[in-house]
C-alpha cells in the first residue's frame, strides 16, 4: 500500500506561482512512476506531468515550458513547480504513483485546489 498526501494548492493571481507537494509513505520501494494530474469542473481529469524512477519526466503540452516536475527520493516526495499560472490552470490537482511488482497498483491523493485568478 501506498498513501499520498498533497500540499501546496491554494488562491494565485495570472502569472503567479505555486509549487504542489506529495509525500509518499507505505511501500514506496515499489514506486516505478509519480505524476501529477487534475481535473477542472466538467472536464475529465488530465496528465499534467510525471516523473519515472530512472528520472525521466514527461508533460502535457498545457505545461510544457511553464511547469517542472522534480523528487526527493531522501523524502519520498515530488514536486510540481507551476509559474506563469493563467486562469486556465484551475483545477483540483491530484498526486499518482504507479507502482511495479507482482501486482501493480495505482494510488491517488486526496487533490489539492489551485485558483488562478484573472
Known amino acids: 500500500q501506498v498513501q499520498l498526501g498533497e500540499s501546496g494548492g491554494g488562491l494565485v493571481q495570472a502569472g503567479g506561482s505555486l509549487r504542489l507537494s506529495c509525500a509518499a509513505s507505505?511501500?514506496?520501494?515499489?514506486?516505478?512512476?509519480m505524476g501529477w494530474y487534475r481535473q477542472a469542473p466538467g472536464k475529465q481529469r488530465e496528465l499534467v506531468a510525471r516523473?519515472?524512477?530512472?528520472?525521466?519526466?514527461t508533460y502535457a503540452d498545457s505545461g510544457k515550458g511553464r511547469f517542472t516536475i522534480s523528487r526527493d527520493n531522501a523524502k519520498n516526495t515530488v514536486y510540481l513547480q507551476m509559474n506563469s499560472l493563467k486562469p486556465e490552470d484551475t483545477a483540483v490537482y491530484y498526486c499518482?504513483?504507479?507502482?511495479?511488482?507482482?501486482?501493480?497498483?495505482?494510488?491517488w491523493g486526496q487533490g489539492t485546489q489551485v485558483t488562478v485568478s484573472s
Open positions: 499518482n504513483a504507479d507502482t511495479s511488482g507482482h501486482t501493480p497498483r495505482t494510488y
Open positions: 507505505g511501500s514506496t520501494f515499489s514506486i516505478s512512476a
Open positions: 516523473i519515472f524512477s530512472g528520472g525521466r519526466t
